[in-house]
């Protein structure tokens, strides 16, 4: 077995455990009358985990049958790895230990989103196989889906009053909004850097 093999194997493995936690919380969800779709399915951590989900599979699929990434996937790849480094920030820096509002199931999922899947996905950008040496202006991709998140969230809270995490919430303040969002920003862009800086050690490997 090719450590490419091994590469796309381990893909799709990630993507199966991130769609087992992601089923099953949105199953305990309902069985317990608590699932509202329109808050779950905006918080950034559910749809990062799914994007992930679909790139490792796209990922694990090519890597099964070609040598290579290809440039627009591992693009994607990065993009997907910032996300969910930063969604594992911010949880653990910021949102660990909060209480939750409504009901609070088994904590697994949560554990698996924003501790363990992150990790396993950091693990599969610096050691597998296939992957091009990205450009600068990758960066340009990376940020689309955050801007477009913040946009629809300030929206959404706008004319619902719902928002999806505490430090977006008006009543901290715009100034304290200004510093998280700016701050998270940085982060994003700062860790996009470190994984493009990483992919031009080389040229691609077998």
């Known amino acids: 077995m090719t450590s490419r093999t091994l590469a796309g194997l ?36 559910i749809q990062s985990s799914f994007l992930a989900a679909a790139v490792l599979v796209w990922g694990g699929v090519v890597a099964l049958r070609h040598p290579l990434d290809g440039p627009f996937l591992t693009s994607v790849r990065m993009s997907v790895l910032t996300y969910a480094i930063v969604t594992a920030g911010v949880y653990n820096g910021l949102l660990r230990g909060i209480p939750a509002e409504g009901y609070v199931g088994l904590p ?56 999806p995490y505490p430090f977006l919430e008006p009543a901290t303040g715009i100034l304290s909004i200004a510093i998280y969002v700016l701050a998270i920003a940085a982060l994003v862009v700062g860790i996009a850097s470190l994984a493009i800086a990483y992919s031009r050690r080389g040229r691609a490997s077998n």
């Open 10 to 45: 381990f893909r799709l493995a990630i993507a199966a455990t991130l769609l087992i936690a992601l089923g099953y919380q949105i199953v305990d969800k309902i069985t317990h009358n608590d699932m509202v779709a329109s808050e779950y399915y905006s918080f950034f951590t």
């Open 108 to 163: 697994w999922p949560g554990e698996l989103m924003h501790v363990w899947v992150p990790i396993a996905i950091l693990v599969d950008w610096l050691l597998s196989p296939g992957r091009l040496p990205l450009r600068w202006k990758a960066l340009r991709i990376v940020i689309v889906y955050p801007i477009a998140w913040l946009v629809y969230t300030f929206l959404k809270g706008a004319a619902t009053g719902w928002f």
